[in-house]
């Protein structure tokens, strides 16, 4: 079973840590907020999408969920199915009009301390140097896109978070802190089924190898024989990335929703394959280029 290293590391040095990532996410989180109210005028969105869901979530609050505006039909504009319900939750705690974003960015500034958390935990894990491993979950809070992402509105950093869990879940074989993960990944963001189920094939493999046999299909055999509640476990992602279409179309009478729908390249009139294509693979390349060789980064610093 694919596992990860775990190196002993003192309890005052992972609390340390700890401290330090909270202190950072929470110094940005005071930067960012004192920069939104100077104008006086309250926090403001960079995104008009963080209002949508702003909106979703106070009437998901007042008991009329779906209902973006009072007295209309229910309709399904908030392309997360989870979000809302965090926003709303901040709502009920007295977040409201423009406070709420407020709200919003405490969340996403909370969700970037643990993912500079889970980055350390990781490393450390993969044998890097503790000072190392602190460095890059440092490094990644302080990162400019990922502060800007948690300030947002949006559920991005969530996002980040529940994917970050489950790649540590999945690397150290916790088959239900997985699965759990992959559930929130696929409630989040309609994309996040993808994440979640590479992330099933994954434990499907390791509950294959967890039992003996000759061949390929013994063992898979004898996996569905001995672990069939492991087996059954892995529908939960599927199962939960369908909660949206079904509420959509229980509401709505469409199971897809509006937003998803004006986004995506399957959207688009008249339908052009090609197009399609095209833009797929310009996204995959410019992916490739900012995140993987950082060339974006690169480029910045070269102009300033």
């Known amino acids: 079973m694919l596992t990860l290293n775990q190196p ?7 609390l340390l840590v700890w401290l330090s990532c909270c202190i950072l996410a929470g110094s940005t989180f005071i930067i960012y907020l004192g920069l939104g109210q100077s104008s ?3 926090v403001v969105m960079p995104l008009d999408d963080a209002y949508i869901h702003f909106q979703y979530a106070r009437q998901l609050a007042s008991g009329q969920p779906y209902i973006y505006n009072p007295g209309l039909p229910p309709t399904s504009g908030a392309t997360s199915f989870l979000y809302p319900y965090v926003l709303a939750i901040g709502s009920l705690l007295g977040f ?4 709420l974003g407020v709200w919003a960015m405490a ?3 909370a969700a970037l301390a643990l993912c500079g958390w889970l980055i350390y935990r990781f490393s450390l894990g993969c044998g890097v140097p503790l000072w190392i491993a602190a460095l890059g979950g ?3 809070q302080l990162h400019g896109a990922a502060a800007w992402h948690a300030a947002s509105g949006m559920e991005t950093m969530l996002a980040t978070l529940f994917l970050l869990w489950l790649l540590n879940a999945l690397l ?5 802190a997985a699965i759990v993960a992959a559930s929130l990944c696929a409630l ?3 994309e996040g089924l993808i994440a979640a189920g590479a992330a099933m094939l994954v434990l499907a493999g390791q509950n294959i190898a967890s039992v003996e046999g000759e061949t390929f299909f013994t063992r898979l055999k004898n996996s569905l024989r001995l672990t069939s509640g492991r087996w059954l476990a892995l529908l939960i992602p599927f199962a939960a990335a369908l909660v949206q279409p079904a509420v959509n179309y229980l509401l709505t009478g469409s199971a897809v929703a509006s937003g998803n729908a004006a986004k995506s390249l399957f959207g688009i009139i008249p339908l052009d394959l090609s197009v399609i294509a095209a833009r797929i693979a310009e996204n995959f390349v410019r992916m490739w280029r900012e995140w993987v060789t950082s060339s974006g980064a690169c480029g ?3 102009r300033l």
């Open 300 to 302: 910045m610093l070269g």
């Open 107 to 109: 969340v996403g500034f």
């Open 8 to 14: 002993h590391v003192s309890r005052a040095a992972n």
């Open 40 to 42: 006086g005028q309250g």
């Open 138 to 140: 440092f490094a990644f």
């Open 96 to 99: 409201s009009g423009q406070n």
């Open 172 to 176: 150290q074989s916790q088959h239900r």
């Open 188 to 190: 989040t963001r309609p």
